[in-house]
C-alpha cells in the first residue's frame, strides 16, 4: 500500500453508535490532520497530530476523539453523533515543517441516521 | 487574519476550450499559496503551489496559476480542458512558517462533450 489509506470508505451509523474511523499513512511522515468536509462549505480543519503529539483542536465536540499512536496511525473516534455530522471525513499527512503540502486519503463518507 | 474566496462554485467550459478558476486571498503577511484538485470519490492532491520565486507555476497536465500580489489574486487557468480535468478545485493558502493551510470552498470544473 502506498499514500494515504482510509477504513471504511462508506460507514452509517446511529445517533447512539460508537465507531471509529481509521487512517494509515505509508509516506514516512510525522503529522498527520483529519478534516471534515460537508457540501457547500469549506473545508475544515478537525485536529492535527505531529510527532504523535496533538498540537491543534479547532474548536471540535467532544463527540469525536482522536487517536494517534504512533506516527503512522491517525484514528477518529465517534460516539452520539448528530445528523449534522453526516460528512466527508478526510485524513491528511505531511512532514513536519512541510504542513502546507499534505497528502491526503480517499476520505470515509459518513452518514449518521 | 487569511481567508481564501473562490467566487464560482461551479464552471461549466466545452471540452478542448480554456478555463480560468478564480482565487482571492486575504492576508496581511507573506503567503503560500495552492491549489489542490479533488477527482470523484478521491481525497484532494496538491496541484501547484507558490512559495518564492516566479510568480507563475505549472502544474504536470498543463494547468498554471499566476501569484499576482497587487491583485491578492492566484487564478488557475488551462488553454485546452480535458474530460479528465472534471474534479473539484481548491484554492488554500498559508501564511510562511505556518503548518495550517485554509481552503476555499471549492470551484467544481464540469467539462461539457
Known amino acids: 500500500e502506498t499514500g494515504v489509506t482510509q477504513t471504511p470508505r462508506h460507514l452509517v451509523m446511529g445517533m447512539t453508535n460508537k465507531k471509529s474511523l481509521k487512517c494509515e499513512q505509508h509516506?514516512?511522515?510525522?503529522?498527520m490532520y483529519w478534516y471534515k468536509q460537508s457540501a457547500k462549505k469549506p473545508l475544515e480543519l478537525m485536529f492535527v497530530?505531529?510527532?504523535?503529539?496533538?498540537?491543534e483542536n479547532n474548536s471540535v465536540p467532544s463527540r469525536f476523539s482522536p487517536e494517534c499512536p504512533n506516527s503512522s496511525h491517525l484514528f477518529l473516534h465517534l460516539h452520539t453523533l448528530q445528523p449534522e455530522d453526516s460528512a466527508l471525513y478526510l485524513c491528511?499527512?505531511?512532514?513536519?515543517?512541510?504542513?502546507?503540502?499534505?497528502?491526503f486519503g480517499p476520505g470515509t463518507r459518513l452518514t449518521v441516521t | 487574519a487569511q481567508s481564501v474566496t473562490q467566487l464560482d462554485s461551479q464552471v461549466p467550459v466545452f471540452e478542448e476550450a480554456p478555463v480560468e478558476l478564480r482565487c482571492n486571498y486575504s492576508?496581511?503577511?507573506?503567503?503560500?499559496l495552492f491549489w489542490y484538485v479533488q477527482y470523484p470519490n478521491q481525497g484532494l492532491q496538491l496541484l501547484l503551489k507558490?512559495?518564492?520565486?516566479?510568480?507563475l507555476v505549472e502544474s504536470i497536465n498543463g494547468f498554471e496559476a499566476e501569484f499576482n500580489k497587487s491583485q491578492t489574486s492566484f487564478h488557475l487557468r488551462k488553454p485546452s480542458v480535458h474530460i479528465s480535468d472534471t474534479a473539484e478545485y481548491f484554492c488554500?493558502?498559508?501564511?510562511?512558517?505556518?503548518?495550517?493551510?485554509?481552503f476555499g470552498k471549492g470551484t467544481r470544473l464540469h467539462i461539457l462533450p
Open positions: 491528511a499527512s505531511s512532514q513536519d515543517g512541510f504542513g502546507y503540502e499534505q497528502y
Open positions: 509516506l514516512g511522515h510525522n503529522a
Open positions: 497530530y505531529s510527532l504523535e503529539e496533538r498540537v
Open positions: 492576508s496581511s503577511v507573506s503567503v503560500y
Open positions: 507558490y512559495l518564492s520565486g516566479s510568480t
Open positions: 488554500a493558502v498559508t501564511r510562511r512558517g505556518d503548518d495550517k493551510i485554509i
